[in-house]
Each structure stands twice: as structure tokens, then as C-alpha cells.
T-cell receptor, first 117, second 112 residues
Framework: GAVVSQHPSRVICKSGTSVKIECRSLDFQATTMFWYRQFPKQSLMLMATSNEGSKATYEQGVEKDKFLINHASLTLSTLTVTSAHPEDSSFYIC?????????????FGPGTRLLVL | DAKTTQPTSMDCAEGRAANLPCNHSTISGNEYVYWYRQIHSQGPQYIIHGLKNNETNEMASLIITEDRKSSTLILPHATLRDTAVYYCIVRVAASGTYKYIFGTGTRLKVLA
């Protein structure tokens, strides 16, 4: 299957700082990537849809000024958590839609665990 | 809201087939059914997807009913490594694109 990577795999930061998470599609070009958040013992919640060359589309209740998304190339999308607070601590997962596959299947990265102290 | 419903949890004996059901009664004619699984602290892993016909790959088989309102994922010989949360997903159209809305999934425990 298609390969999607994320970096870093885990990060610890102080409250008030910003953290950038990268999502890369390694063997295909993805015009659309997605960002999810997952709290312990819960399912994945879609945060936003990242479109190459245009603004991201955010889900209801997700602050676009707090979670900045940039999709500058066909293989890279970044999520920046600005002024992070302890309640932003979570597991962040990206996915990329593979246009080569029937049904434009999404492939997920391994996730980034963020801990805000 | 997710367009699928699944049992919360299931147990399966190691070496036996695991059959995981999913209801998607509102699925439209051109929508695929996708299955993923998530092992603790990892990103979801793609398993299989299908539209109308049954599908099989090296990981699993997908049986879709003729009316397409439900499907079953079959792991033919479950191993302990198959213990995970399994998600059945039907895409949701929104703002000119499609997105996945995850339900709660089925927590499969394979027992030795």
C-alpha cells in the first residue's frame, strides 16, 4: 500500500509554544490530505481537510487560527499547533488520499503524540 | 455523524475466522466501503475496500450484501496480532470533496 510518514513521532513542549507536525506522502502525490485528532480511548476526529495550493477546510469547532495547516506541495502538509496548551495534548494523525486507487483510498501516517506541559 | 454502525467489541479464538459486521443502510450507489484497523498508539492501517463485489486480498475478505446495506470483514485465521480496533467507513461528501467520519469501531480481541 501507499506510504505516509509523519514527523515527529512524539513531541513534548511547554505551554504557550508552537509545534509543527509534518505529513508526507512518500510514494505518491496527494492533492488532498486530512488531519485527525484522537484522545485516549476515543475514535479519530477529523479536524481539517488540507488541499494543495489552497486554504484548508476546517471541521466545525476547530479553530483555524490555532491549528494552522499548510499544504505547499503535492507530498507535504504541515499542521502547526499555535500557543499550545495542555488541553491540546493528543494523538495527531494525518492521512493522504491516493488518487491512483479505486475509491481514492486514504492512507494514514503513524501519528504524532503531542504532550503540552 | 458516521454512516456506519458496528458492534462495540468481539472476541475470537486464535486460528479461527473473525467475522466483523458493519451496517451502512444509507450508503449510496457509488460509494465504497472501507475497512481499517488501529493497533494501540498507531495510525489506522488500510485493510480492504469494495463497492459491490466481494473482495479478497492478503489480509482479509470483504463480503458486501447484494443490497449493499451491510458488509462483513473476514480475517480467515485470526492471530494475536490481529487484536485491534476495526473501523468500517463510508465516505461523506462535503464541500466538493469526500471525507471519512470515524465511528467507534469494533474492538476485536483475539484470544490464545
Amino acid at each position: 500500500g501507499a506510504v505516509v510518514s509523519q514527523h515527529p513521532s512524539r513531541v513534548i513542549c511547554k505551554s504557550g509554544t508552537s509545534v509543527k507536525i509534518e505529513c508526507r506522502s512518500l510514494d505518491f502525490q496527494a492533492t488532498t490530505m486530512f488531519w485527525y485528532r484522537q484522545f485516549p480511548k476515543q475514535s479519530l476526529m477529523l479536524m481539517a481537510t488540507s488541499n494543495e495550493g489552497s486554504k484548508a477546510t476546517y471541521e466545525q469547532g476547530v479553530e483555524k487560527d490555532k491549528f494552522l495547516i499548510n499544504h505547499a506541495s503535492l507530498t507535504l502538509s504541515t499542521l502547526t499547533v499555535t500557543s499550545a496548551h495542555p488541553e491540546d495534548s493528543s494523538f495527531y494523525i494525518c492521512s493522504a488520499r491516493d488518487p491512483r486507487r479505486s475509491g481514492e483510498t486514504q492512507y494514514f501516517g503513524p501519528g504524532t503524540r503531542l504532550l503540552v506541559l | 455523524d458516521a454512516k456506519t454502525t458496528q458492534p462495540t467489541s468481539m472476541d475470537c479464538a486464535e486460528g479461527r475466522a473473525a467475522n466483523l459486521p458493519c451496517n451502512h443502510s444509507t450508503i449510496s450507489g457509488n460509494e465504497y466501503v472501507y475497512w481499517y484497523r488501529q493497533i494501540h498508539s498507531q495510525g489506522p492501517q488500510y485493510i480492504i475496500h469494495g463497492l459491490k463485489n466481494n473482495e479478497t486480498n492478503e489480509m482479509a475478505s470483504l463480503i458486501i450484501t447484494e443490497d449493499r446495506k451491510s458488509s462483513t470483514l473476514i480475517l480467515p485465521h485470526a492471530t494475536l496480532r490481529d487484536t485491534a480496533v476495526y473501523y468500517c467507513i463510508v465516505r461523506v461528501a462535503a464541500s466538493g470533496t469526500y471525507k471519512y467520519i470515524f465511528g467507534t469501531g469494533t474492538r476485536l480481541k483475539v484470544l490464545a
